[in-house]
């Protein structure tokens, strides 16, 4: 029974209005009273006050807290717990340590795992060697969430083989030791471990599934997440807003739009939660799939407490940047600061984007320049490569180039690419031999300014200076990505490579581009024998043209869907200028609105012509 002292401490009414305070100077007041009172030397009232200051959303009550436990004549256990969980590195392993040297007070299976927590933050393995040493000697590793977190601090510190070792020694596991496990090989990148982890799994929750399929979109197999998700769907999980998101970037990097609008579709009917990333994921999925409109609409529509976030709002400005639609860009922009939303680094990387596809160099010099001068923001690596890219798109080489040797930075593999992409652009060869000489004695394991300095050897006739830099990549193992063009079809996804000849309808396809050929030629088109890239004779360069992979699936498109129906093609890399201009013709000829995404920007083809304007 609790002694007549220990009941009025209970009943004293400041302790009755402790848990109403909301703001750290109301906590402050009742701290005085405590002390005028004579509460403050009782355990109970500190460790409560302690609780509160906890509880209040503002970080700035956590030294208040930490001060009133190191200053309590005797704090509990669970104050301990409690501001080890709390605190930030180093400060929570500091007041750990302060505990162990407490006489009365042992440390429990909670107090290590808060304090095992802590070493994901510090990227320090002896910490957390220690602190498992601590949990050892005093008996605690044997609890199930002790050896969670442990395998929660290796797998942060990218320690996989002992996360295993650990996992493979536990006598019993829980669906979060599962998790853990899984998640720690999704961060190393070792996407491969973390399926069959997943497949092994008793149970699994939708942890579990969201996981692997964000596994997959990491490291860019964004089929393989998609089939995933259909599997949890006929599993019964319910996704939650972290699975749909990334399921969304998926959707966004397959052009995958119907899907994504079913995604769309399904929060709206299962009433899942909007949140600030979610509405940014659905804002880009519909700009990566070449529907701007819709992207712009759903922004407009969105509660205004979701837009008090910079994503949606980068999200849409991107959007504008990739489509071509500088000054709607620029718009948006200047829309963000009148709403007072503060830009930030992302956001100049699309405004500067949205500036060089409209060849808007003023406007270009004058956002970066403010970044620093008005908005208070160190340009990165990232904002330099797009001024470079708008200098050179433009034509403004020598320009471009004075600009990377005034850079406090190191260039880098994008920046020296969009200066000799401008180069080829502009075939300016002398400039580009320069460059391209210059980036490979310095950075010789560069392939994709060797593919680009080939090229532009290629394009001025330079053939045996070609065949030079491609023997050197050949002896070194190197080689160019291959282009690989993409589209849905039925919610099933058909990859065309270069030459392409592993599809099912790959006689039909072919027979088809025959006719098309013949069709385009008859409209007025003449292909661009300079784009193909090898010393070869006029029929045969016309033959290597029309096997690119973007004709190809756009070939598979028109054989495969309604007269009028839209075509969205994605390619992952540059689209070259014959196949611009031939796409240009297939849309008159067949009167089909033909959207393709390339490696830089989307093109939307429609009655011969393109929304590029052949700048690009």
Not at 307 to 329: D, T, Y
Request: hydrophobic share 40%.
């Amino acid at each position: 029974m609790a002694t007549p002292a220990r009941l009025s401490i209970l009943d004293h009414p400041i302790l009755a209005l402790l848990g109403k305070l909301r703001t750290l100077p109301h906590v402050q007041q009742a701290h005085a009273h405590l002390v005028v009172s004579g509460l403050v030397r009782h355990s109970f009232p500190p460790s409560k006050l302690i609780q509160v200051l906890l509880s209040l959303p503002s970080t700035s009550s956590l030294p208040y807290a930490h001060l009133l436990l190191l200053h309590s004549p005797s704090p509990n256990l669970f104050s301990f717990n409690s501001l080890i969980r709390a605190l930030p590195f180093p400060s929570s392993l500091l007041l750990f340590r302060g505990l162990l040297r407490s006489p009365l007070l042992l440390p429990n299976n909670y107090t290590l795992a808060f304090a095992l927590h802590a070493c994901c933050f510090c990227s320090s393995r002896a910490e957390g060697e220690q602190l498992r040493a601590q949990s050892l000697r005093r008996g605690l590793e044997s609890s199930v969430f002790v050896h969670n977190v442990v395998i929660k601090m290796y797998s942060c510190l990218g320690l996989l083989q002992d996360a295993r070792k650990v996992f493979d020694e536990m006598d019993e596991r829980d669906l979060f030791s599962w998790n853990s496990l899984m998640a720690g090989y999704v961060g190393v990148g070792d996407v491969r471990m973390a399926r069959e982890v997943f497949d092994d799994m008793p149970e699994r929750d939708v942890v579990s599934w969201s996981t692997v399929i964000a596994g997959y979109v990491q490291e860019g197999s964004f089929t393989e997440a998609m089939e995933l998700f259909r599997e949890m769907q006929l599993a019964g999980a319910r996704p939650n807003e972290f699975t749909l998101t990334t399921v969304l970037a998926a959707c966004s990097n397959l052009v995958a739009l119907e899907q994504g609008k079913w995604i769309h579709m399904y929060i709206d009917k299962a009433k899942i939660k909007m949140n600030d990333r979610l509405l940014a994921a659905l804002i880009d999925m519909y700009s990566k799939c070449g529907d701007a409109e819709s992207a712009l609409r759903l922004f407009n529509s969105a509660d205004n407490a979701l837009k008090s976030s910079i994503r949606p709002w980068n999200a849409m400005l991107s959007g504008f940047a990739i489509h071509g639609l500088s000054e709607a860009a620029i718009q948006h922009f200047e829309r963000m600061k009148m709403e007072n939303i503060a830009p930030d680094k992302v956001t100049f990387v699309s405004l500067l984007n949205a500036c060089s596809h409209g060849r808007l160099v003023d406007k270009g010099r004058l956002y970066f320049e403010s970044m620093k001068s008005i908005h208070g923001i160190d340009p990165e690596i990232e904002h330099y490569g797009c001024m470079v890219d708008l200098l050179g798109r433009a034509g403004h080489l020598k320009e471009a180039e004075e600009f990377i040797k005034s850079m406090p930075v190191t260039p880098d593999t994008a920046i020296w690419s969009a200066l000799l992409a401008a180069c080829k652009i502009h075939r300016d060869t002398v400039m580009g031999d320069r460059i391209g000489k210059l980036v490979n004695n310095s950075e010789p394991e560069n392939l994709g300014c060797q593919v680009l300095l080939a090229n532009i050897y290629s394009s001025s006739g330079r053939w045996v200076d070609a065949k030079d830099v491609r023997k050197n990549m050949g002896i070194t193992g190197r080689r160019k990505t291959p282009g690989c063009s993409s589209i849905e079809l039925d919610g099933m996804f058909h990859q065309f490579f270069v030459g392409d000849r592993s599809h099912p309808q790959t006689k039909q396809i072919y027979l088809f581009l025959e006719e098309m050929y013949t069709k385009l030629k008859m409209a007025g088109y003449v292909p661009e024998i300079g784009e193909v890239l090898l010393d070869i004779d006029g029929e045969d360069r016309e033959t290597v043209l029309s096997r690119h992979s973007e004709k190809l699936a756009i070939a598979f498109a028109l054989m495969n869907t309604p007269p009028g129906t839209p075509i969205r093609i994605v390619k992952n890399l540059r689209v070259c200028g014959d196949c611009h201009h031939a796409t240009k013709f297939i849309s008159k000829v067949y009167e089909r609105v033909i959207i393709v995404r390339d490696r830089i920007r989307f093109h939307h083809f429609e009655d011969g012509f393109c929304s590029c304007k052949d700048y690009w």
